[in-house]
């Protein structure tokens, strides 16, 4: 990866070129933004490297931009500059945002209606964990699920991003947890709170029946592929199978929309079938075109998530925190399948 000296003048950025290996990630130096109207300029103290930079670097993520771009999902970080129109108290205080693209950057500009306010005890590396992955996860739970204290949930992945929070999350609401992961994380799985199992068994099925013999109340499965069929199929009576990606075509070559199609092409048929089982395919970005409704949601989801965050009751599975310049390293830890938690970027000036 080429790098340039970052100074205050300018903003330093981390550029996907095209379908690259990890060191293929390109370091470029603009002018600092202004912002418009209604605007805001974001300084990062914090940005995850999560599965949707994972496919968009292969040019397989659903509706990713154009190449060249600036990844990024989510993003934490201070007020720097305002836009007119926006209230000048925001400038020095703390605000998460979901971007899809563009938050691996040292400088971002967003609607000042993107924010979500930081409590101020909150580490920016923490409080980034839980942004992307915590409203997914909380929305997964109680939006779509709606689980209830006493049922057995599956969470697939349980050592990730997402998983981790999932896991504690259902475990606070009293939601027995059943999560999958390779075995060198079950300790770390078993830490926060679920019964592991091996992802990789071939009897993962008949593992997951003996725990639950009538059945899960909810499975929560980001892999996708032929295995999303048992997911199914270990639903109770009145279950739900949540879909929230497609890991197990991650390397697939071919169009990246139509993995995504035939799953939620399967699942669609599935609910229509008389058995009391219900499918649903999350996507954070729903309900996006009534914007007021769609950050009021966003707000108060992630609001509840970030309370649980600053008084103990769930904790910041941080797997590393790695300079932007780093970006390349941080994008091949991420992908090695050995850490448990979110791999962070920080700007350089942190470590």
């Known amino acids: 990866m080429n790098s340039e000296v970052m100074n205050s003048e300018n903003v330093t950025e981390v550029v996907l070129p095209g379908v690259v290996e990890p060191s293929g990630l390109e370091i470029r130096v603009r ?24 496919q968009m670097r292969r040019g397989k993520y659903y509706d990713q931009p154009p190449f060249p771009f600036v990844p990024g999902y989510d993003l934490v970080g201070v007020v720097v500059r305002v836009g007119g129109g926006v209230d000048a108290t925001l400038i020095g205080r703390r605000f998460a945002a979901l971007t899809k693209v563009g938050g691996w950057a040292s400088q971002v500009v967003l609607p000042a209606a993107d924010l979500v306010e930081v409590p101020g005890a909150l580490d920016p590396a923490d ?32 050592n990730g991003g997402v998983g ?3 896991v504690q999350l259902a475990t606070h609401a009293g939601v027995r947890v059943i999560g999958t992961a390779s075995p060198r994380h079950h300790d770390a799985v078993r830490a926060l709170g679920a019964l592991p199992l091996d992802y990789r068994a071939a009897d993962l099925p008949a593992r997951v029946r003996e725990l639950a013999p009538g059945g899960v109340d ?45 799953l939620v092409g399967r ?10 089982r219900r499918t649903h395919f999350y996507n954070i970005w729903a309900g996006k075109r009534r914007p007021a409704a769609f950050h009021a949601r966003l707000r ?21 925190r790695i300079p932007v ?5 941080a994008m091949r830890l991420a992908e090695s399948g050995t850490v448990t938690g979110k791999v962070i970027l920080v700007p350089d000036t942190h470590i």
Do not use: C
């Open 218 to 262: 909810a499975v929560f499965d980001h892999v996708g592929g032929d295995g999303i069929v048992d997911s199914f199929r270990l639903l109770s009576r009145g279950g739900t199978l949540v879909s929230y990606g497609s890991a197990a075509t991650r390397d697939v070559t071919g169009s990246s929309k139509l993995p995504v199609l035939k």
């Open 164 to 166: 981790s929070t999932l």
């Open 267 to 276: 699942l669609f048929l599935w609910k229509l079938l008389p058995n009391g």
């Open 300 to 320: 108060t989801d992630l609001g509840q998530v970030f309370a649980l965050l600053a008084d103990g009751t769930i904790k910041a599975q941080v797997a590393a």
């Open 127 to 158: 409080a980034e964990t839980v942004v992307v992955n915590g409203i997914t996860a909380w929305q997964m739970l109680h939006r779509v699920a709606k689980v209830r204290a006493g049922q057995t949930v599956l969470v697939h992945g349980a």
């Open 325 to 329: 310049s780093q970006a390349s390293e």
């Open 31 to 54: 002018p600092a933004p202004q912002p418009a109207a209604g605007e805001v300029v974001l300084a990062l103290e914090a940005s995850g490297v999560s599965f949707a930079e994972q």
